[in-house]
């Protein structure tokens, strides 16, 4: 398993779903199609996709470290 942080490329918004993706060896469409079927259950995801959104860091950021 990799790293996780947001890539700077293959991402539609905040690259969440394809950091997501590439940590557990999946494809980001498959992250993507998992996190809309889930936002019609009730529970907070959308809150939870976006505190990733700001505590992940993107990959240029985290090659800094």
């Known amino acids: 398993m990799s790293s996780l942080?947001?890539?700077t490329h293959g991402r539609m918004i905040g690259g969440v779903c394809a950091a997501l993706a590439r940590r557990f060896g999946t494809s980001a469409t498959t992250m993507r199609v998992i996190f809309l079927?889930?936002?019609l259950l009730p529970g907070p995801q959308f809150l939870l996709y976006l505190?990733?959104?700001?505590l992940l860091p993107s990959e240029e950021?985290?090659?800094a470290w």
């Open 51 to 54: 505190a990733l959104w700001i």
């Open 37 to 39: 079927l889930s936002c």
């Open 5 to 7: 942080a947001r890539p």
């Open 61 to 63: 950021k985290a090659a």
